[in-house]
């Protein structure tokens, strides 16, 4: 196996890590956090929200962090960060006392073990078949929700929801020196590494590769990729959070309704290798509308099922397009600015999703408040993702050379 390839492993695992213990357990914690704290659903998915607002505040650093200093160091530090978070978390007395410790330090766990650093690793590998390499590096997220909710169910059942943290937190400690040791920023960093040199903690930009925020921030593009995507991630946010919560309130039993989200998760884990192919085959644009639709009518078909299997149905297919628009959204990104922007155009497109992403759970739980029922929140779920499949067609792609105005050209990359 090439390195470029075990970057792609290694970014699988810490997916795997983060977004299995944070994004995909959430669902499982809702209803013991809600009895342990004696709140409403709208107040458990404010954690959630405030790790999304955090992680917009980090973001643009991180991006700047990733195009010019170490991946590994970013990575190490933030295996350290959600294990910290979990175990903290598993003393908390106090809702507040979530919110203060997974807003910092998760936040942090999540935005450098996944998000920017992860999918600018990929890109800095790979330059042919890049969608495809950014996939496979996500199935470990929706690989996740298919084996954590069903552990964390299993770990909350037998000691409750302190246990599963622990053991959360002792788990992400325990991958820090398999990252620290294993991790390469760039191909050229590891021919230094062969050559006996330093690494470099950091390195200068590349040539031509000045990168000014105010010009980026011109780009119709970024704005274009980060709604549209912001979006999705609003209406999967709501999705992960409350479907096994909906699938209990249907009747279903605490294992059967986890297992919606594992559903998700496998669709998600299908769609990334799937819309990888596809887009070699008829580009990003188009197999990210068909992503967004897919979601769609997954989120649609919840408010007519009434057992469990039409219910894992409809989780499978709202996973499809779910699944496919995170490597997506990254390919159009890197082929649009190139490279050596990636990393700080990603961290830039981050704090513009953050209103959509940060909203979705928090107003499904208040619509489930209020009514009792998460139908008008489905309903209004399928209409977002309508209003992405048209903010997306907006976008206007340069044929194969990327944008100049941010001051990036395409670099060459190692590639597998």
């Known amino acids: 196996m090439s390195y470029a390839w ?90 507040w006392h979530l919110f203060v410790v997974f807003g910092p330090f998760a936040t942090l766990g999540m935005s450098t073990m996944g998000g920017v650093t992860t999918q600018a690793l990929v890109v800095n590998w790979f330059e042919e078949d890049r969608a495809m390499a950014l996939g496979i590096s996500m ?32 788990a992400s400690l325990a991958i820090t020196p398999i990252v620290f040791f294993t991790v390469v920023s760039r191909p050229e960093e590891r021919e230094a590494r062969k050559a006996n040199a330093e690494e470099p903690v950091f390195r200068p930009a590349p040539d031509g590769a000045e990168f000014s925020t105010r010009d980026a921030l011109r780009e119709r593009n970024l704005w274009t990729i ?21 699938g209990i309130g249907a009747g279903l039993s605490e294992n059967r309704a ?3 989200i594992s559903a998700a998760a496998v669709g998600a884990a299908t769609a990334k290798i799937a819309f990888g192919w596809l887009a070699g085959k008829i580009g990003e644009l188009r197999a990210v509308q068909i992503a967004f639709a897919a979601q769609g009518l997954g989120v649609l078909a919840l408010n007519f099922t009434t057992g469990f299997e039409p219910f894992i149905a409809a989780a499978a297919v709202a996973g499809l397009g779910l699944g496919g628009v995170a490597p997506l959204a990254a390919a159009l990104l890197a082929r649009a600015f ?4 990636f990393g700080p155009m990603m961290g830039l497109m981050t704090p513009i999703m953050i209103p959509f992403q940060a909203s979705g759970a928090p107003i499904a739980g208040g619509i489930y408040d209020t009514t009792n029922r998460y139908e008008l929140a489905w309903y209004a779920g399928t209409v977002v993702m309508l209003c992405a499949i048209v903010v997306v067609s907006l976008l206007r792609l340069p044929g194969d050379e990327p944008l100049a105005a941010v001051g990036a050209e395409a670099q060459p990359a190692e590639s597998s």
């Open 226 to 246: 980060a709604i549209a995507s912001g979006l999705s991630f609003m209406v999967t946010g709501a999705i992960m959070l409350h479907i096994a919560a909906a």
């Open 258 to 260: 986890a297992f919606l």
């Open 139 to 170: 199935v470990g997220i929706s690989a996740s929700g298919f084996v954590i909710p069903p552990i964390a169910t299993a770990l909350t059942q037998a000691e409750g929801w302190r246990y599963a943290y622990e053991m959360f937190g002792l």
């Open 6 to 95: 075990l970057m792609v492993a290694i970014t699988f695992l810490t997916h795997f890590l983060a977004m299995g213990f944070v994004f995909y357990s959430a669902g499982v914690f809702l209803l013991p956090l809600q009895e342990e704290f004696d709140v409403g659903r709208t107040e458990i998915a404010l954690i959630g929200s405030i790790m999304s607002i955090g992680g917009a505040v980090v973001a643009p650093f991180i991006g700047r962090w990733v195009a010019t200093g170490s991946i590994r160091f970013a990575m190490t530090l933030g295996c350290l960060c959600l294990g910290v978070a979990f175990l903290a978390g598993s003393r908390a007395t106090e809702l």
């Open 338 to 341: 190139g490279q050596a922007a």
